[in-house]
Structures are given as C-alpha cells and as structure tokens.
C-alpha cells in the first residue's frame, strides 16, 4: 500500500537531512587535519621571545605630561609607562625581516570586528607620539606596517589598529595551529577574531587580525633597536620631550650644519637630572661648551655625558645607580640658547645615538 504524500515528504526530508549531516561530517573532519598538519614545520620561521623587566624604561622619544613636584636628592622617580615592552629578544632568522616598505593588503582584512584607519605623517611627528595619541604602543604600529623604516618621514603613510594586536598575512605553509602557537593566541580566539569556519576556512592571501599579540615581522632596524633598548633610562625621570636629535642639524647660534653627538631634552631650568644607569663618576666640572658636565662610566666602554647643568651633586669616583638620587639639576651653561638637558651616549669614545639605548 502506497504511503500517503505526506509521510513520503517527511521521510525524505529526514533521509536528505542525515546525508547533509555525513557530507559536513567529512568535510570538518578533512579541514580539521588539513589546518592540524604538521604546525611545527610552519612555526619554525617564527621565533621571538619577550622579556619583562620592569625596570627597564620606554625610550625618550614618548611623550608625557612633565612631573609637577620636584623629588628629594634621595629619592627615586624613574617611572617608566607601558607603551613599549621592555626588551625583546629575536631568535636569529631572515625570515623574521620585513622589507622596508614592505605593507599588508587590507582588501583581505577577514576581521570585520575592527576598522583600520591611515595616518599621513606630519612634520615633527616620531611614531611614539602617533601611537600615544591613538591610544596604541609602537609594537601595535609595527604589528600594522612590518615594513615601517625606523625613522619617520614625513607624509609617509601608516595604518593604525584601533586596539592593541598584530596583522598577519596568511602564507601556504601556514595553519591555525602553528598562526596560533607562534602568536600566543588560541585557535578559538584567533577563528573568532576572523571569522574562520568549517565553512569559511582560511586561505593563503587572507589577512589576520591577532588580537593582543607582539609582531614577530619587523625590518632588521626595528630588530636591532629592541634588543638594544632599555640600557639607559631617561636621565630627566619622565618620559619628555626632544628638541634636537642625535646627528646633522642647523645649529641654532650660527646656522650652519653641524653635527650633534647627543640629544637635547626639554626641562625647566632647575629639574632634577638622574644617572641613566648605574656607573662611575669620571669627569664633573665645565667643559667647552658643554658647560657644567658630568660623565659617567658604565659597563661595556659605555658612557653617558649630562651637560649645560646649573647644579652638580656628584664628586669623581663615586659610584651612582640608576636614578636614585640626584646627579645635578637642568641648566643653561655652556654653547646654549636656553636651559636644556644635553643627553649624550659613548661607546669606546665614539658617539652614539642615545635613542637606540633607552
């Protein structure tokens, strides 16, 4: 006896939702080795460890609001922020090297949960400050442009996140395991993140958002920077301004272009000065022009130069840690158009850029 239609329809109807049910059962399963396979092989190129120090401070070139008391010859008033990590260490492989300029394809972005925005770079703009007022750090900036060239120029474009993170072109090799791994991300935020299903996997060309993670690809510059950084903190305890970096400048008494060996750090005259790292007093007393100076002697054939001081506290030989107590106070004296810290660096005598330091 024939089955009425209705009971026909609902058989069918079941019998087609069970087939349905086996096909998507074997395709997950398919997908789930095929991203599973062999994580390690892709997560080699990949290596970069951080390692807090939480004394360690940001470089000079951040922005902060400037202290408004002033501290006790004995008391210590380095105070370093969280906008960068303080020290990274990279594992030693070219892979980890992004081409200068080297950029990301938005129009591959999988994240619809975030909008990336472009800042044209203005003059007197450095990235800390871009960072800073985007409520970002500068890894996050890098995490957006591997490629970024470690001095700004001006009208250079840069992407910027709306939150802390890194994006990540997805290469053949790689998988959600070994993406997540590398990143120190799970697999469900970095699939939540981008929207990675069953369904919707991800493919080679896809552009990842990885929510909270440290950029592994940066230029060699950017690599040499970080494992350098955190030698010397800020000698003026707070994280401010720089009216004139290290290298070729106008020089504001003649005109003419010469060369700075140091930075001069914007200060009030009479603001405490600190030792940027512990060390040796080996020189106080009037130089040239850099009028009241104190050298001090570190590890390594480093030495730290503190010029055109109003007020020395220190004697030669004595021995100084890092911003404990007062070394001097901001001055005016020496070559000079106005009160200033003149911050300077030497490696075996010879001048260095104190921004790769601090």
């Known amino acids: 006896m024939p089955l009425p239609l209705t009971r026909r329809v609902v058989l069918f109807i079941v019998l087609d939702a069970f087939i349905l049910l086996g096909v998507a059962g074997v395709f997950a399963a398919v997908h789930r080795s095929i991203n599973t396979a062999n994580p390690a092989e892709a997560n080699a190129k990949l290596a970069l460890t951080a390692t807090p120090d939480s004394a360690v401070p940001q470089t000079a070139a951040t922005h902060a609001v400037e202290e408004k008391t002033t501290p006790s010859p004995s008391k210590t008033v380095l105070t370093p ?10 594992a030693p492989s070219a892979e980890l090297d992004a081409e200068p300029g080297q950029t990301v394809d938005l129009t591959r972005l999988r994240c619809k949960k975030i909008k990336v925005l472009t800042h044209q770079i203005e003059m007197k703009e450095n990235y800390w400050q871009i960072a800073k007022n985007n409520n970002i750090d500068i890894l ?9 060239p470690y001095k700004a120029r001006v009208k250079q474009t840069l992407y910027l996140l709306p939150q802390r993170g890194v994006l990540y072109s997805v290469t053949k090799e790689d998988s959600i395991a070994s993406i997540s791994q590398a990143y120190g991300l799970t697999e469900k935020d970095l699939k939540d993140a981008n929207d990675i299903h069953w369904w919707h996997g991800m493919k080679p060309g896809d552009l990842l958002f990885l929510p909270g993670a440290r950029p592994l690809l ?5 690599h040499d920077y ?16 720089i009216n004139s970096t290290f290298g070729k400048r106008v020089d504001p008494l003649t005109g003419d272009v010469r060369h700075h060996n140091g930075v001069d750090l914007k200060a009030k005259y009479g603001d405490p000065v600190y030792a940027a790292a512990s060390g040796k007093v080996t020189f106080t007393g009037i130089s040239g022009g850099y009028g009241n100076l104190i050298v001090i002697s570190h590890a390594g054939g480093l030495q730290t130069y503190y010029g055109h001081l109003s007020k020395i506290y220190v004697k030669m030989g004595q021995h100084v840690h890092r911003g404990v107590g ?6 005016a004296t020496g070559r000079v158009t106005g009160p200033h810290l003149h911050f300077e660096v030497r490696k075996k005598g010879k001048a260095q850029d104190p921004l790769l330091y601090i």
């Open 326 to 331: 007062m070394i001097g106070r901001v001055g």
């Open 140 to 148: 996050t900036l890098i995490g957006a442009n591997p490629g970024m």
């Open 81 to 90: 922020s969280t906008i960068i990590p303080n020290k990274l260490s990279t």
């Open 226 to 241: 970080f494992s350098r950084r955190g030698i010397f903190g800020d000698p003026l305890g707070r994280w401010g301004k």
């Open 218 to 222: 940066m230029t060699k510059e950017w």
